[in-house]
C-alpha cells in the first residue's frame, strides 16, 4: 500500500463549480497536512495547513482532515480559471526537519 | 516580502560539465531543502539542512552534493550531470514553528 494516495486527474471543470480533491494515507504518524497549488513550470505554494481533524477555511478554499479515516480533502468554491494547476497534498510527522510526503497531484483546469 | 529565491531559473548545461544552483531565502528559517522534480512527478527530497548539520536521503546519489555557506544561503551541485538528471530543483525552507516554503524552482537542462 503507498503511504499516499492522489488522484491524478486531469479535473476539468467549468467556472463557478465546487471542486473537490482528495488524498488518503497509511501513516498514522502524520501529524500535519498540506495541500500546495503549483502551476505550470513554477514551484509549489502553500495554500493551505493544518494539524487536527476538522474543517479549516480560508477565503475560497477549506481544507477537510479525517484522521480516523485517513483522508484529506481540498474544496475549491467559485472556482476560477486562475485555480488551474495542479494541487499537491502533503504530510508531515512535525514541522521540525521532517520532510514532506508528497502526493502524486491532481491537475486541475477550470474553462470559462 | 519575505521569500525563497532561486538562480538561475533555467540551467542548460552539458552531460558531464558540474554544475551549481543556487537558493537564499530571507525568511531567517534555520532548515533548507532541495528537493528534485521529474515531469508530472511529486518532489523528490535530496537532503537538507538543520543549521549547519547537513542530512542526505538514503537514495540520493552521490553525484549531488550541498554547501550552506551561511544562514541565508544554500547551494546544489551536480558534479556530473547525466540525462536522467534533468528536472526542476526546488529549494525550501522551514523552522520548528513553520512548515515549508518553496523558492520558483530552477528547471535543469542536460544536453
Known amino acids: 500500500q503507498k503511504e499516499v494516495e492522489q488522484d491524478p486527474g486531469p479535473l476539468s471543470v467549468p467556472e463557478g463549480a465546487i471542486v473537490s480533491l482528495n488524498c488518503t494515507y497509511s501513516n498514522s504518524a502524520f501529524q500535519y497536512f498540506m495541500w500546495y497549488r503549483q502551476y505550470s513550470r513554477k514551484g509549489p505554494e502553500l495554500l493551505m495547513y493544518?494539524?487536527?481533524?476538522g474543517n479549516k477555511e480560508d477565503g475560497r478554499f477549506t481544507a477537510q482532515v479525517d484522521k480516523s479515516s485517513k483522508y484529506i480533502s481540498l474544496f475549491i468554491r467559485d472556482s476560477q480559471p486562475s485555480d488551474s494547476a495542479t494541487y499537491l497534498c502533503?504530510?508531515?510527522?512535525?514541522?521540525?526537519?521532517?520532510?514532506?510526503?508528497f502526493g502524486t497531484g491532481t491537475r486541475l483546469q477550470v474553462f470559462p | 516580502d519575505a521569500m525563497v529565491i532561486q538562480n538561475p531559473r533555467y540551467q542548460v548545461t552539458q552531460f558531464g560539465k558540474p554544475v551549481t544552483l543556487s537558493c537564499s531565502q530571507t525568511?531567517?528559517?534555520?532548515?533548507m531543502y532541495w528537493y528534485q522534480q521529474k515531469s508530472s512527478q511529486a518532489p523528490k527530497l535530496l537532503f537538507h539542512y538543520y543549521d549547519k548539520d547537513f542530512n542526505n536521503e538514503a537514495d540520493t546519489p552521490d553525484n549531488f552534493q550541498s554547501r550552506r555557506p551561511n544562514t541565508s544561503f544554500c547551494f546544489l551541485d551536480i558534479r556530473s550531470p547525466g540525462l536522467g538528471d534533468a528536472a526542476m530543483y526546488l529549494c525550501?525552507?522551514?523552522?520548528?514553528?513553520?512548515?515549508?516554503?518553496f523558492g520558483p524552482g530552477t528547471r535543469l537542462t542536460v544536453l
Open positions: 502533503a504530510f508531515q510527522r512535525s514541522y521540525n526537519t521532517d520532510k514532506l510526503i
Open positions: 493544518t494539524y487536527s481533524s
Open positions: 525568511l531567517n528559517h534555520n532548515v
Open positions: 525550501a525552507t522551514s523552522s520548528v514553528t513553520d512548515t515549508q516554503y
